[in-house]
């Protein structure tokens, strides 16, 4: 195909995915959309890397090996996306490559420091799956601090408090966070703390349970975008 008829088409194609996307429509829907741009627009291109990006962001929590193979194609155009790794961070995680997963997201925080998201992401990685919470610490401060009405960080914040030995302050944190109503995984952990965070079923079962929060979709600072 031509390079005008390529481009025309892949931005009739891109209409189409904004379009499915302001309305609502489901995952199903836009990946289509989405394997057509790659297959049509030209290898390397911003539309091909975008598309490529997108299928990873989009899929990683339905098939996220195949998601993993959608980030790998950006990377190796461009090893600096912190996006497509902060999606391979993610799929890694969800497919149990923990040390993997927090290399990548090492890589996206290393390449975008004020993603608040990169840090919470990685933290909790540290904390629950690699038994680190000390090394959790300061990326969780620093994502609570940054996203302070989000109560999903402020748990995994409080977490690595009470496995750090930080009772009173994990406490403080989360009941903070919870002023407003809790799910039941945070009510868990609220009992957890206030038990006094011993090593129990309960406390391991949040550890088998919890996983690194998915990424906000497209979180990357606007100057990259």
Known sequence: MARRGWEDEVGRLRREVDGAIAVGLGVEDILPLLARITRIAEPGSEPWVAAHRQLAELGVEHDPWRAALFARKVLAHDGRDDGAWAVMGLAQSLLRNFRYAARAYERALALSPNNPWYAHNLGHLYDV???RPHDALPLLAKASEAQPEE???AASYAHA???????????????????????ADQMALWRWLDAGAPETVEASGRER????KKQRARQRPSARD
Request: without cysteine; positive net charge; glycine residues 12%.
């Open 209 to 212: 349970r919890g996983k690194p």
């Open 129 to 131: 799956a690699l038994g």
């Open 161 to 183: 408090l009470a496995r750090s030995g930080k009772l009173v302050l994990a406490k403080r944190v989360l009941k903070r966070a919870i002023r407003r109503g809790a799910t």
């Open 151 to 153: 109560a999903d960080i």
